[in-house]
């Protein structure tokens, strides 16, 4: 099991830019595919953005596309979410996930591990 640790949330105007990160402990990061989840109260969780292994693959739910970039460095166990034009429905708990395979993958039921979250609150 790997353990995920988010930070990098807090409080920004909209427009404005925020950049996550979530570092990871216990077994290879560098094997795994990583993604970034959101949840904002009183809706399900969504998917935002997803990286393979290698970093080579990156995949974004339509509505973060062109706004965020999902990134990662494997030497140091860290996966990055960049946010840009920041816009109030952006507001969530974001969630770091880690999967066991090495592919990007867009659904929830893909990984296996999930970090405690960071909030993200956009005011306009």
């Known amino acids: 099991q790997v353990q995920l640790v988010e930070s990098g949330g807090g409080l920004v105007q909209a427009g404005g830019s925020l950049r996550l990160s979530c570092t990871a402990s216990g077994v290879s990061f560098n094997d795994r595919a990583m993604g970034w989840f959101r949840q904002a109260p009183g809706k399900e969780r969504e998917f935002v953005a997803t990286?393979?292994?290698?970093?080579?693959?990156?995949i974004y739910a339509d509505s973060v596309k062109g706004r965020f970039t999902i990134s990662r460095d494997n030497a140091k166990n860290i996966v990055y979410l960049q946010m840009n034009r920041l816009q109030p429905e952006d507001t969530a708990v974001y969630y770091c996930?880690?999967?066991?395979?090495?592919?990007?993958?867009?659904?929830?039921?893909?990984?296996?591990?999930w970090g405690q979250g960071t909030l993200v609150t956009v005011s306009s």
């Open positions: 990286i393979s292994s290698s970093g080579s693959n990156t």
């Open positions: 996930a880690a999967r066991s395979y090495s592919s990007a993958y867009v659904g929830i039921s893909g990984f296996g591990s």
